[in-house]
């Protein structure tokens, strides 16, 4: 048993005390009904006895391995956790290295060369200001995630109607959409009431559709769809266009996981937007998964629960 689990540990104990106490007991039990011994006779009282301190050797070797396994799970929770931690810091700091040092590069640039010409000033400039933007994405994201990670509990709730919610984003995206000759089906039925943060079910929506924007490919299509459940929403949102290798499903949702870094960052992505829509589905008592569309392009099923007819 030394490369046994906890578990295995406790199950093999359990069954060998069950099968000796069993074994005693139909032991017993043959004994007084070959015998006729009645109720009250001393070997009853053995059996009693016997049964008692199996129960009790067993509630202790119960608690003694669950006490050991808890420990030992915390400790995994721990370990996993602070390595969790230590990859996040570090992403964190590479992606705030990459605009910081192009904001001092132009910046210094132009520091530097009082007699610059205006044209090469203004270029710097743009990007400069470009840099600033995405940097303020990355900490917006990044705030986010740590209001749902922390302080949940802070997140103000309130009844939103997801139709006008997406209604808004659509239009929104019009001039994106449009520039790449994308379109966007939004076949969501009206009156759908979600008791939760605004900001974040705005987010779980925009991401998506960011993400299939910059993603998908020109000339693609775009349909979000919705279906009523028990108890809230089941909602399936999903493009057309090249969708991702299978390697990459299931990483989707990581913190700062890119396919494409380079791509990535090019279209200023912070690499944190489909995480921010994990989260927030989970926040709002839902589940989402992700997966290619037979016919191409990727495809995001999640739930909502539904705003209560009393609230």
């Not at 400790?75 to 969790?84: C, I």
């Not at 810091?89 to 910081?100: C, G, R, S, Y």
């Not at 994201?141 to 984003?169: C, F, G, H, M, W």
């Not at 791509?263 to 989260?279: D, H, Y």
Request: some cysteine; overall charge neutral; charged content about 20%.
């Amino acid at each position: 048993m030394k490369n046994w689990t906890e578990g295995q540990k406790m199950w093999v104990s359990v069954m060998v005390i069950v099968a000796i106490y069993a074994t005693f007991f139909i032991i017993f039990e043959d004994y007084d009904r070959k015998n006729n011994i009645p109720l009250g006779e001393t070997s009853d009282w053995h059996l009693l006895l016997f049964s008692l301190l199996v129960m009790a050797g067993l509630g202790w070797l119960l608690l003694r391995y669950a006490r050991r396994m808890d420990e030992r799970i915390s400790r995994e929770q721990q370990m996993k956790q602070n390595q969790m931690r230590r990859e996040l810091t570090q992403n964190i700091a590479h992606e705030l290295k990459t605009p910081v040092a192009s904001i001092l590069g132009y910046t210094d640039t132009i520091l530097d060369n009082p007699d610059i010409d205006q044209q090469t000033r203004e270029q710097f400039i743009v990007r400069t200001n470009a840099q600033a933007r995405r940097l303020s994405a990355l900490l917006q994201d990044i705030s986010t995630l740590n209001k749902i990670d922390y302080a949940p509990e802070v997140l103000q709730r309130e009844r939103v109607d997801i139709s006008v919610l997406v209604a808004d984003i659509t239009l929104e995206s019009e001039q994106m959409l449009a520039k790449k000759q994308m379109t966007f089906k939004n076949c969501l039925p009206q009156d759908i009431c979600i008791q939760g943060n605004w900001q974040l079910l705005y987010s779980i929506f925009r991401n998506l559709t960011d993400n299939a924007i910059n993603y998908a490919g020109p000339g693609t299509t775009i349909m979000l769809s919705a279906k009523q459940e028990e108890k809230g929403w089941h909602f399936v949102f999903s493009d057309n266009g090249a969708g991702v290798a299978p390697v990459h499903l299931p990483r989707l949702f990581e913190r700062f996981y890119r396919i494409d870094k380079s791509r990535s960052r090019q279209i200023g992505g912070t690499g944190l937007g489909l995480a921010i829509v994990k989260n927030a589905v989970l926040l709002h008592g839902g589940q989402i998964s992700v997966s290619n569309n037979p016919q191409g392009g990727l495809r995001f099923d999640f739930t909502l629960i539904q705003l209560r007819q009393s609230q």
